[in-house]
């Protein structure tokens, strides 16, 4: 069964990345809904949330190169980011419902990355949630130069330590063979 859901996977995958149709689309996100109608209201907005920045910051420079070349269409526009919500959707649903671990354990090196990435962003969470608690726990009232001071000290914190996990990260992946 994994192996015919791991094709239907790629089938669809390809489908929506290759076809230039918005009809299609639209088709493929009406049959996703149907499939999964009491969970649209949840899995559209993880979707929408994942993808709002990225999405945002080419419709803006689309917008903008729109404004200074008269030639480019909007409707090109409407269809990218619809492409990108529809994948998106798809693949959020997918894995909604198929275990993303059994799906990927036919390959020992997939399986092994995704043990990695799963692991940190369990860990990247509970460093978010011990900061949000500790700032909480320290500061009475909202004062905004000690908040500014927490988003920096936050990102800051976030990266090193993003920069000392790759590093360690890419050691071990290498320890294993996996840049050779």
């Not at 709002?52 to 080419?58: D, K, Q």
């Not at 998106?88 to 198929?98: C, D, I, Q």
């Not at 993003?162 to 590093?167: E, I, P, R, Y």
């Amino acid at each position: 069964m994994l192996k015919i859901l791991r094709v239907l996977f790629i089938i669809v995958l390809f489908a929506l990345l290759g076809v230039n149709s918005m009809f299609f689309l639209a088709a493929m996100l009406m049959l996703f809904f149907a499939i999964d109608f009491k969970s649209i209201k949840k899995l559209n907005r993880k979707v929408l949330s994942s993808i709002l920045l990225f999405n945002l910051a080419v419709t803006l420079a689309f917008i903008v190169m729109f404004l200074l070349k008269e030639g480019l269409s909007l409707w090109y526009l409407l269809y990218i980011n619809l492409k990108v919500y529809a994948i998106t959707y798809f693949v959020a649903l997918f894995f909604s419902k198929v275990d993303m671990v059994q799906f990927f354990a036919f390959s020992r090196d997939l399986s092994y990355l995704l043990t990695i990435t799963i692991s940190q962003i369990v860990s990247y969470k509970k460093s978010f949630n011990d900061l949000k608690m500790a700032f909480k726990a320290r500061v009475v009232k909202k004062v905004r130069e000690r908040e500014k001071g927490f988003v920096v000290r936050g990102f800051e914190f976030f990266f090193n330590k993003a920069m000392q996990d790759a590093k360690e990260r890419s050691l071990a992946m290498r320890a294993r063979g996996f840049f050779d």
